[in-house]
């Protein structure tokens, strides 16, 4: 079952169908320039199926007047998986010569801040973004940078909340991140505070590569926790399956930051959208490409979350929701 009022994410077949109206999209970009604008994208994970650019950004630049393979070209690029990848990636977008890029995560962030200081920036989803030293503030991103943030700092709180009420019984909290990523970090900081707070214990696993997960789960199997927090990152991301089966197998309940996770078998996740964040970004490259600066355009946040719950996964792991949370979901999958 799945409630979405108000719900504002976009399914397949909504990306699917504006995007195949983009034939009758407005050409007022085209008028702008006879060369196509080219925007890059920069993504520290595997290269999807399709090997293009997030639907939701595409969808939301033909919203705006932007005609794939008309007025506009896209160049994404991905790491693989692979974090030490990121510069030379990165630099393959700037000799490219592409006229915006819009970049996912901290790392990525980083590494395309680092190569260019000329090609506008829109980051999303990259943490704390003047906490980790991307912007200077918010309102004044400053430099070539600007784009959303994903508030995964202030909901650190409201997530260990809502795990707290799926398992009541939870007194000791392992939380799973990468310790090299500087906003996971700080993620995990205010992770940690939270628990603490509401008096649970907290058991910390720090990964870097592939072959740390089998330390953590080994850790984890000695001293059990009442529920595990995965921090979202590019290493956590890539190695999701290992996570979501070794929770399934020791009937460990666990919290994700994205529905992506929830949909792959996890049990519950809270925070905002990510094709919402990336629709969103469009307007910021429109604004760049209309000639406003990037450091002078206030980074946004998002304005809607949602709770995601996994019901085949919780009478798996014979966890009992009540029916106030789960009504209090926006889906629910069976």
């Known amino acids: 079952m799945s409630k979405n009022q108000g719900q504002t994410t976009f399914s397949r077949r909504q990306l ?20 196509p604008w080219r925007i890059g994208f920069l993504a520290g994970g595997a290269r999807p199926a399709d090997g293009r650019a997030p639907a939701a950004l595409r969808l939301g630049l033909t919203e705006l007047g932007y005609v794939e ?19 030379s990636v990165a630099a393959e977008l700037v000799a490219a010569r592409v006229d915006a890029v819009v970049v996912i995560g901290f790392p990525a962030t ?10 506008p920036i829109v980051t999303v989803s990259a943490g704390d973004a003047v906490g980790s030293g ?24 409201k997530r260990v909340e809502v795990l707290k009420d799926a ?23 205010q992770i940690e505070s939270a628990a603490r707070a509401l008096g649970i214990r907290v058991q910390a696993h720090s990964v870097r590569q592939p072959a740390d997960f089998d330390a953590a789960f080994a850790a984890m199997s000695r001293e059990p926790p009442d529920a595990l927090f995965l ?3 590019v290493v956590t991301a890539a ?18 930051e994205f529905s992506g996770f929830v949909q792959d078998g996890g049990l519950i996740s809270y925070g905002p959208s990510i094709d919402d964040i990336y629709h969103r970004a469009a307007y910021y490259v429109d604004r760049i490409l209309k000639g406003t600066k990037p450091g002078e355009l206030p ?10 719950i996994n019901l085949a996964t919780a009478k798996a792991l014979g966890l009992p929701l009540s029916q106030t949370m789960l009504f209090r979901a926006d889906k629910v999958i069976e």
């Open 110 to 119: 980083l590494a395309i801040q680092q190569a260019t200081s000329a090609i």
């Open 167 to 189: 398992v009541p019984r939870a007194r000791r909290l392992a939380i799973l991140w990468n310790q090299d990523d500087r906003a996971m970090t700080l993620r995990y900081q």
């Open 299 to 308: 980074m946004e946040q998002p304005t809607r979350t949602y709770l995601y």
């Open 231 to 233: 921090v979202a990152d």
């Open 69 to 87: 393979g008309r007025n506009v070209l896209y160049d994404a690029r991905w790491a693989q998986g692979d974090v030490s990848r990121l510069p």
């Open 16 to 35: 699917l169908l504006g995007l195949a109206g983009a034939i009758a999209a407005p050409l007022h970009a085209l008028a702008q320039t006879a060369k």
């Open 134 to 157: 991307l912007v200077r503030s918010l309102a004044h991103p400053g430099g070539n940078i600007t784009g959303l943030s994903d508030m995964s700092i202030e909901l650190a709180a």
């Open 239 to 256: 190695n999701r399956k290992r996570v979501i089966d070794y929770t399934a197998a020791q009937r460990i309940p666990a919290m994700y």
